[in-house]
């Protein structure tokens, strides 16, 4: 298995502009997890499903922020408009859930809006 | 509420010189806790976690539930160790593993 793969890798885009990230969790995951790395505030839990169900959306910092998961191989993390301020890396993450909690990483996309 | 407080940014140290990473967490359950680690262009990974009580490349980490402390420790530190290391606290323990991290800390050994 190739791991946690995510992609763009890298994006920039105006501010005002629709961006989405993806991820392809690892194969018999059920929990999938977005974070937000950045210098201020380190890693933030936005979002995680659980068996392709949005589980806890607290951490999404505004409605600008949508995030889906159709089915258990994809999820979209979505901002609509994006602002210079949601410039950060953007991580997806996978784990077996119940059965062992060991979350595992995709590269990450670095997002800049400017 | 639930928390997990790293509060050194840098942690700057010699090779060969002891090295002690604070980690700290508020939580009213029973803690799951983990250290990461991600080295330069590299994916975030799993070092140790708490109830494996195993030395990874020379680090432990022992619970302290009395002090609510993880701290991670290697007695002679290594340049190849210079990375960004992430606390972790399970928040879900047993359901679906929802993980909340600290602020992280760069480790930087110097030859």
């Known amino acids: 298995d190739a791991g946690v793969i995510q992609s763009p890798r890298h994006e920039v885009t105006e501010m005002g502009q629709e961006v989405t990230l993806r991820c392809k969790p690892i194969?018999?995951?059920?929990?999938l997890f977005w974070y937000r790395q950045t210098m201020m505030r380190g890693l933030e839990l936005l979002i995680y499903?659980?068996?392709?169900?949005?589980?806890?959306d607290s951490g999404m910092p505004e409605d600008r922020f949508s995030a889906k998961m159709p089915n258990a191989s994809f999820s979209t993390l979505k901002i609509q408009p994006s602002e210079p301020r949601d410039s950060a890396v953007y991580f997806c993450?996978?784990?077996?859930?119940?059965?062992?909690?060991?979350?595992?990483f995709g590269q990450g996309t670095r997002l800049t809006v400017v | 509420a639930q928390r997990v407080t790293q509060p050194e940014k840098l942690l700057s140290v010699f090779k060969g010189a002891p090295v002690e990473l604070k980690c700290n967490y508020s939580?009213?359950?029973?803690?799951?806790l983990f250290w990461y680690v991600q080295y330069s262009r590299q994916r975030l990974q799993l070092l140790l976690r708490?109830?494996s009580r195993e030395s990874i490349k020379g680090f432990t980490a022992d619970l302290n539930k009395g002090e609510t402390s993880f701290h991670l420790k290697k007695p002679f530190a290594q340049e190849e160790d210079s990375a960004m290391y992430y606390c972790?606290?399970?928040?879900?323990?047993?359901?679906?593993?929802?993980?909340?991290f600290g602020q992280g800390t760069t480790l930087q050994v110097k030859p």
């Open positions: 993450a996978s784990s077996l859930g119940q059965t062992n909690t060991e979350a595992f």
């Open positions: 194969s018999g995951h059920n929990s």
């Open positions: 499903f659980n068996n392709n169900v949005p589980i806890d």
């Open positions: 939580y009213s359950g029973s803690p799951e």
């Open positions: 708490h109830i």
């Open positions: 972790a606290l399970n928040i879900d323990s047993g359901n679906t593993g929802k993980l909340i």
